[in-house]
């Protein structure tokens, strides 16, 4: 990934743990990451660290993330949010579009894009409130 890609708030994963962008060092492609769980795996406590944008990996979306978010999955799409659905764009691929009026508005695959879709339609709140 490049440190332009992302914005604050975006949620990425750093050497199997999930951190949240704090800010972006894009000249360095650098990244500036807060941890969501205050402990990995091996119990150790996490914090606050820069990185290169490079050793990040973007969060899969999967229904269960949607679900543990609050959203309803209803066949091929989930709840929509302020008229806009977001939709499966092939059963069994994990492919996302966000829908409104009958127009594909942006199709993702990642949490972070999911955020940056959220961010353009208005949707800051939510966008900023997702936990992975």
Avoid at 109 to 130: F, K, M, P, T, Y
Wanted: with cysteine; glycine share 8%; charged share 25%.
């Amino acid at each position: 990934m490049k440190a332009k890609e992302l914005m604050c708030d975006d949620i990425v994963s750093y050497k199997g743990n999930l951190y949240k962008v704090s800010g972006t060092m894009r000249d360095a492609d650098g990244l500036q990451l807060h941890p969501i769980h205050l402990r990995n795996s091996e119990g150790l406590i996490l914090g606050p660290m820069s990185c290169f944008a490079r050793d990040v990996e973007p969060v899969i979306l999967t229904p269960e993330f949607f679900e543990k978010n609050g959203f309803s999955i209803h066949g091929d799409f989930v709840d929509s949010i302020d008229g806009m659905e977001l939709v499966w764009r092939e059963k069994g691929r994990l492919d996302w579009t966000i829908n409104a009026d009958e127009y594909v508005i942006m199709s993702f695959r990642h949490v972070h894009e999911l955020q940056h879709a959220l961010r353009l339609c208005g949707l800051n709140e939510i966008a900023d409130s997702i936990q992975a």
